[in-house]
């Protein structure tokens, strides 16, 4: 299996997970329905706070858009979807990365799937920009390497 | 003296074709790297813009993430808010403690909730008024708030309170009043004068609610409705549940906001009583 072939499948996996994360706390979000919520943390309190809402849209509803958006860019072998899955999961990481900050100082509070969604995104993103830099010309993916 | 042959003329060119491809791959190798390291400088760009326009709206978003009632959003001058929209839905319905309605009502609601939650901040604001009036009002329904106080410090301040409001058949005022002004749970913001606005707009007398507040006997409905919440299972809040007066109760599944579930749950009851 090629470097590329593996890195995909990895970044199908993380996209997977993620969107699965996502789907759940937005789910919640809808129903008014207080999460399962361990390790001491919050979720109440986090998704329930001015940040859990971007321009009135639920960031987790952003959240499972961008994991959608990610795992479908990794079944098109074309150029710009890879550029589609980077630009996603590394505008996702960013978002999170401030989110995460937001919980810590602002909101006082963790929400266990918060982070666990933050640090997908975070391997996404380095798995995405890896692709993006080391997968062969479109169309060749997957193909024997030529070797001369 | 080598033995190695002189390679043919074939030999050479293939060699030379070789040497060629090798270099035009390494060549395209390395434009294709090039491109993709400028397609990925332009892309965090473009992801750095996307995020510091997100951060941008975040902070400018509506802190006030629960809708307030149709054309209610703004302070009326002089009152705090909720004062006027509080005393407009409860005008001239009986109040007894936490109950509110007729308790010849063939229905009982009951809400557990805690003051600092915002989902029964959602409930109060977009729900209740709704039910108040077409149940309530009506005699239908007998509504009753059971404060489970869970969240933290301010809960507990904010429910001993709620009590001595109850003690002066003030709940449903307090309630409604302290939800329209929530602030964020646990920062403190539940301080004496901030409960004092709440008092004064919700129509209760605060020294003596202050008196009772203070008491050992105002932690009482908190105890009891925990008890009940034990009893019936409570996890979360707002949990609502339904009942003929008298008889057994059932959960209401249900979002804070889903009117139409509430209604159809009480309808269900009504039906059989």
Redesign the interface.
Known sequence: MTTDRRLRLVAIVLAAVGLCVAAYLTYIH?????PVCGLGGDC??VQ?S???????VPVALLGLAGYAAILASLFVDREEAL?VG??FA??G???SA?LTYRELFSIDAICPWCVASATIMTLLAIVT?AR??LAP?AGRRGAVP?V? | MSTEREPTKKERRDAARAARIEAEQADAAAALRRRRLRTLLAVLGAAAVLVVVAIIVSGSSDSNSAKSRPGVAQKSAGAIPGQKESAEMLAGIPQSGIHLGSPSAPVRLVEFADLQCPFCREYTLQTLPQLVQDYVRSGKVRMEFRDLAFLGKDSVTAGRQAAAAAEQNKLWNFVDVFYFNQGEENSGYVTPSFLHSIDKAAGVDSATADAFAASAASLTPIKQANALGDQLKVSSTPTVFVGKRGGALQQVEAGPTDVSAYKQAIDGVLGQA
């Open positions: 809808y129903e008014g329905i207080k109440e309190k329930s001015e940040w859990s809402k971007l321009a009135g550029i980077a630009l590394l505008a990481f960013g978002f401030y920009t993006l830099l010309a030529y001369g």
